[in-house]
């Protein structure tokens, strides 16, 4: 018997438990198959088991209560939750995964311990157009010689037994300048466990490592690479928002609760400025 067939002689509501077992793309998948897929495939018990335990809670913190009000189904909603959705007062952003359903977060700079923050001559505090960012505000760097940046979130409101990375997510201005003479320090802890590495937060120019090497001749180079050989230092990616990041570390949500805490530090007391932070995204690592 093909089995295919005998799938489809099942009844609907059998149809739809199999297919909640499954994820959101072999749902879709499985919709071009036949007309009694494509009915099972946008029912509410296959798309509720696609959502967050927790989806009540995060869709009553929401910012834009008033788009909420014209979701009539749970694959709706799903969709709607694959898109970036502002919550807690718009600090912070929420959004599903879209092939898995796996949650992430991003945690706007209002919302991360930066030091010197609160001193206009430090840092300055900027509106971002909607269309640049998903925050109404975003960060710069105008002049500082201590560069430390922390956040903090818990394993118990991300996806249970998954592997997430934390990412810087940044721009550098057009007044940038010293963010590539020393690589920072960037690390996840949690508990009594410490991940560190090192990242440049820009590409250092072409045109700069000439004139270093034109001044100091080979010093300055030795020294620097001393300090990078053996090492795998991060450098920013570009993102497909126009933004850029920085891959912090990873970890392993499990199925407790544990505190996270991400952090970039730079403290060699260099001047540096030009750094546009817009927050640190936790979301699943891609493997």
């Known amino acids: 018997m093909n089995p295919t067939t005998s799938i489809l002689s099942l009844p609907e509501d059998c149809i739809s438990t199999i297919l909640s077992h499954t994820s959101p793309q072999d749902v879709c998948r499985f919709s071009l198959v ?3 897929f494509v009915t099972v495939s946008n029912s509410n018990l296959v798309w509720k088991t696609f959502l967050p335990s927790d989806y009540e809670d995060i869709v009553s913190r929401a910012v834009n209560q008033f788009s909420l009000k014209f979701i009539t189904s749970y694959k709706q909603l799903y969709r709607l939750l694959c898109r970036s959705l502002l919550i807690d007062g718009g600090n912070k952003s ?3 995964e879209k092939y898995s359903g796996k949650k992430s977060y991003m945690l706007s700079a209002r919302e991360l311990s930066i030091a010197w923050s609160i001193d206009p001559m430090f840092w300055s505090w900027k509106s971002a157009p909607e269309s640049e960012s998903r925050f109404s505000e975003v960060i710069e760097m105008r ?3 201590w560069l430390e940046i922390e956040g903090k979130i818990t394993t118990q409101i991300l996806t249970p037994n998954t592997t997430y990375a934390a990412y810087l997510v940044m721009k550098i201005s057009h007044r940038a300048y010293g963010l590539d003479n020393a690589p920072s320090e960037v690390s996840i802890v949690i508990g009594n466990k410490v991940k560190r590495r ?3 937060l820009c590409y250092k120019d072409e045109k700069k490592r ?6 100091y001749g080979n010093r300055r180079n030795r020294v620097v690479q001393e300090q990078e050989d053996g090492e795998n230092i991060q450098v ?3 993102r497909e928002d126009g933004w850029m990041e920085i891959e912090i570390g990873e970890f392993f949500s499990g199925e407790g609760d544990e505190e996270i805490e991400m952090s970039v530090m730079e403290v060699g007391h260099q001047l540096k400025g030009g750094l546009v932070l817009e927050g640190i995204e936790v979301r699943p690592k891609n493997t």
């Open 94 to 96: 929420f959004m599903l």
């Open 143 to 145: 002049t500082v010689n």
């Open 210 to 215: 000439n004139m270093e090497t034109l001044f």
């Open 198 to 200: 090192k990242a440049y």
């Open 236 to 238: 920013p990616c570009k």
């Open 34 to 36: 036949s007309t009694t």
